[in-house]
């Protein structure tokens, strides 16, 4: 089964960092470009980052661009999330995504979410 | 950034009837060079993760029940419940993957009238 885990969310003062964890089972992890979307309370989805299968190319929104590093580690199977200079607006539940075969950016498997909070 | 502009905001539909939600992007997102229009939608309910439902604007991911179907080209497109089932409440999103960043709508609210 497909399956992916996220971990590492939790309160942090603004300012401050976090390093949130998605692990993956049930497929061929390198082969896959990976995303983070996340939602705010009561609001809609915003895609975050994304990173190719190699981990050679990666991608951002504009509002992280800058603070937040996105990476995998495939002899890991893990996509993980470095998030700098952390904002109030960047409380949210984050989700990471596999990208459907081939398609990228568009995304077939999700996992539960990880909540971060920020906050004084 | 390419915008996405979803309508209604929500809706309230009767049991075993039609719903339909729309989807406007600010520039087409489709490519010429493939045919392919790069829109998807999403069905997320309560406390759960997004699920996908079609991909290029109108192919319906496995598993999806027939009554969902995606119709639209270019920057105008639609997602249709073809009789509204209760498990079908759920917030609607369309996201384009034309480019950078890969931009959602704001969201629908499917509600049982």
């Known amino acids: 089964e497909v399956q992916l885990l996220e971990s590492g969310g939790g309160l942090v003062q603004p300012g401050g960092s976090l390093r949130l964890s998605c692990a993956a089972s049930?497929?061929?992890?390198?082969?896959?470009?990976m995303s983070w979307v996340r939602q705010a309370p009561g609001k809609g989805l915003e895609w975050v980052s994304a990173?190719?299968?190699?981990?050679?190319?990666?991608y951002y929104a504009d509002s992280v661009k800058g603070r937040f590093t996105i990476s995998r580690d495939n002899s890991k199977n893990t996509l993980y999330l470095q998030m700098n200079s952390l904002r109030a607006e960047d409380t949210a539940v984050y989700y990471c995504?596999?990208?459907?075969?081939?398609?990228?950016?568009?995304?077939?498997?999700w996992g539960q979410g990880t909540t971060v909070t920020v906050s004084s | 950034d390419i915008v996405m502009t979803q309508s209604p905001d929500s809706l309230a539909v009767s049991l075993g009837e039609r719903a339909t939600i729309n989807c406007k992007s600010s520039?087409?997102?489709?490519?010429?060079?493939?045919?392919?229009?790069?829109l998807a939608w999403y069905q997320q309910k309560p406390r759960q993760p997004p699920k996908l439902l079609f991909y290029?604007?109108?192919t319906r991911e496995s598993g999806v029940p027939d009554r969902f179907s995606g119709s639209g080209s270019g920057t105008d497109f639609t997602l249709t419940i073809s009789s509204l089932q209760a498990e079908d409440v759920a917030v609607y999103y369309c996201?384009?993957?034309?480019?950078?960043?890969?931009?959602f709508g704001q969201g629908t609210k499917l509600e049982i009238k």
């Open positions: 290029w604007a109108s």
């Open positions: 049930g497929f061929s992890f390198g082969s896959y470009v």
């Open positions: 990173i190719s299968g190699s981990g050679g190319s990666t």
């Open positions: 995504a596999k990208e459907k075969n081939m398609i990228v950016a568009v995304m077939d498997v």
């Open positions: 520039q087409s997102v489709f490519y010429s060079s493939n045919n392919k229009n790069y």
């Open positions: 996201q384009q993957y034309y480019s950078t960043p890969y931009t």
